[in-house]
């Protein structure tokens, strides 16, 4: 066994992103979900979203941003020990793409993809912190990446305007000082119902007279519970890894509706000056792929100093949710 002399910390050391080329504004959908506009913007604060071509699959979309992490952190494909790659809409169920975006890359490290819908990047971001500071890896790639289009039904008059496609990636290495706080996670499985397929694949090959499965969302009851756990889920979160909100730079949240990440923000009193990712407004909500694309998105707008404290929270289908504080790129 090991025995190091000092402690062993984690930290990102660079973030990427894919958008894809397509945008779709409210206007195009009013006629297929029956919602406005002027009712989009007002109820979610979505003004579009980008739609994935033919071609950009959750594995392609997770090669563009992990070539561009990978670059932003100056570390070779080659380099890296683990691939982790969350996603709840990629529709092949065997072999898992984690190991072909590592061969894509150029790499034969362990892959694996893990499933934890929209929380999905703060769970796996977590695993990915905990095996550099063991020493079992050196380098890992985070990735989120969404075709949520593909599994949500465009007619949903409730769900089909709100989600969209995209991938973020972050590359997670050793570090000097501590630079992924504890992560504060949990989940409610008694509240499954509220967001969730209306079949299962089984019951789709059953019936022939069964719609194509889709993922169905009780928007309101889904409201109600996040903005009453997250704001002391994201309170924990910030004692566990001992600084206050005024330490903080940024937050970042899951960019699942904008009137929630604004509830949310009010109820946890952020002061002013914290930046408040607002991603959802331009790319809707891409579940695992939120919170990269949102970190990426702050990043290029130079929001943000290199090494910036920002609240990370997650949270979504299960129910399940995870936070932690990082130190940004």
């Given amino acids: 066994m090991p025995n190091r002399a000092a402690p062993r910390y984690s930290r990102i050391l660079g973030v990427g992103a894919h958008r894809p080329s397509r945008i779709v504004r409210n206007a195009e959908l009013a006629a297929v979900t029956g919602r406005s506009d002027e009712w989009i913007r007002r109820r979610t604060g979505v003004a579009e979203r980008r739609y994935a071509a033919p071609d950009e699959t959750v ?7 992990s070539t561009k992490a990978l670059a932003a ?19 092949r169920q065997s072999p898992p793409s984690a190991p072909q975006l590592a061969h894509r890359l150029g790499s034969t490290a362990a892959a694996l993809d893990l499933g934890a819908a929209c929380s999905g990047f703060c769970h796996t971001l977590s695993v990915a912190g905990s095996l550099v500071r063991s020493g079992q ?35 997670v290495g050793p570090s000097d000082e ?22 299962s694949w089984l019951e789709y090959r059953d ?28 309170h924990r979160a910030l004692a566990d890894a001992g600084v206050k909100a005024a330490d903080l730079d940024a937050f970042i949240p899951h960019q699942a509706n904008l009137r929630m990440v604004d509830t949310i923000v009010e109820r946890m009193e952020l002061p002013d000056h914290v930046a408040v990712a607002r ?51």
């Fill in 178 to 199: 501590p630079g992924l706080g504890p992560t504060v996670w949990g989940s409610d499985g008694g509240r499954a119902g509220l967001i969730g397929h209306d079949a």
């Fill in 279 to 329: 991603d959802v407004i331009h790319s809707g909500n891409t579940s695992a792929a939120s919170i990269p694309l949102a970190m990426a998105q702050l990043s290029e707008t130079g929001a943000l100093r290199s090494g910036a404290l920002a609240l990370l929270v997650g949270y979504g289908a299960g129910l399940s949710y995870a936070a932690q504080v990082v130190l940004l790129p």
């Fill in 207 to 234: 019936d022939p007279q069964r719609r194509w499965p889709t993922m169905r969302m009780d928007g309101q009851d889904v409201y109600r519970w996040a903005i009453e756990t997250l704001p002391a889920v994201a």
């Fill in 137 to 171: 890896a050196d380098h890992v790639l985070v990735v989120g990446s969404e075709r949520m289009t593909d599994i949500v039904a465009p007619d949903d008059p409730s769900s089909g305007f709100l989600f969209a496609d995209g991938a973020g990636a972050v590359v």
């Fill in 59 to 65: 594995l392609e979309m997770a090669v563009q941003a």
């Fill in 73 to 91: 952190a100056a570390v070779l494909a080659s380099r890296v020990d683990v691939v982790l790659l969350a996603s709840m809409s990629d529709l």
